[in-house]
């Protein structure tokens, strides 16, 4: 652990860093905005939690954590409202060049990360699990089913039964990889294999909400739903 301020400034850089990577690479073309969307929503999420083992168990601390994706949403506010002007966040965070755009996904992401943080830290699986089904799980829906998805769902025709699959893999499987990083790091006590079970029910259940026809809303329903499970099925402590 190292002290909250540095802990701050490392988090900050490192989560700064990952997004404007992304936006030099759709700025430059090499990337398309909407893939360079889903790679900052998937990469952003396990960057920032594992960060928080950085910090030390102090009361301070989580809202210092909390202040870095509140930094970075105020920015998503600022752009998409057109007070500020980075079109290199335009073109990274957007489907169709709409600064607009940035005030719906891309923000409430940001807000849900502030709140998270805040309500529930580093000794919660569930506040973890929520997160990382909304970035690794319903990132990861997106890319593989736009790449790879052929047979729609009968239900949602703008999704696919790959991407609902990428969905549930990635939103279990990047709860669970973090998950046990904090078991190493003894924020957690109970063996990885009691949260195997629950960690499949709620992406099971994740997945079917996002498999729903409310895209822009994905960035709510899915944690929203992740933390109801959590709370019922996540060991404690």
């Known amino acids: 652990m190292m002290n909250q301020w540095l802990a701050m400034v490392v988090t900050l850089a490192l989560a700064v860093s990952w997004l404007r990577l992304n936006d030099f690479f759709a700025h430059r073309g090499w990337i398309s905005g909407p893939t360079s969307r889903k790679i900052i929503h998937i990469g952003t999420g396990p960057i920032?939690?594992?960060?928080?083992?950085?910090?030390?168990?102090?009361?301070?601390?989580r809202y210092l954590a909390a202040i870095i994706p509140l930094m970075i949403s105020m920015q998503f506010l600022l752009v998409g409202l057109g007070i500020m002007k980075d079109q290199a966040s335009v073109d990274a965070m957007t489907r169709r060049g709409d600064r607009r755009e940035i005030l719906r996904g891309p923000l409430i992401y940001g807000i849900a990360f502030v709140l998270l943080t805040m309500i529930y830290w580093?000794?919660?699986?569930?506040?973890?699990?929520?997160?990382?089904m909304l970035s690794g799980?319903?990132?990861?829906?997106?890319?593989?089913?736009?790449?790879?998805?052929k047979t729609r769902l009968s239900w949602s025709p703008n999704k696919t039964w790959a991407g609902?699959?990428?969905?549930?893999?990635?939103?279990?499987g990047f709860a669970l990889f973090v998950i046990f990083i904090f078991l190493q790091a003894g924020s957690f006590?109970?063996?990885?294999?009691?949260?195997?079970?629950p960690m499949?029910?709620?992406g099971m259940v994740c997945t079917a909400i996002e498999s729903l026809?409310?895209?822009?809303?994905?960035?709510?329903?899915?944690?929203?739903?992740?933390?109801?499970?959590?709370?019922?099925?996540?060991?404690?402590?």
């Open 213 to 237: 026809p409310v895209e822009e809303y994905d960035n709510v329903t899915v944690p929203l739903m992740a933390l109801l499970l959590g709370n019922w099925l996540l060991p404690k402590g």
């Open 48 to 61: 920032f939690v594992i960060c928080w083992l950085l910090f030390p168990d102090e009361g301070l601390s």
């Open 137 to 149: 799980g319903d990132g990861l829906a997106d890319i593989i089913g736009k790449r790879f998805g």
């Open 122 to 132: 580093k000794n919660s699986a569930t506040g973890i699990t929520a997160l990382m």
């Open 189 to 197: 006590t109970q063996p990885i294999q009691t949260f195997l079970l």
């Open 164 to 172: 609902s699959v990428a969905m549930f893999l990635g939103g279990t």
């Open 200 to 202: 499949v029910c709620i």
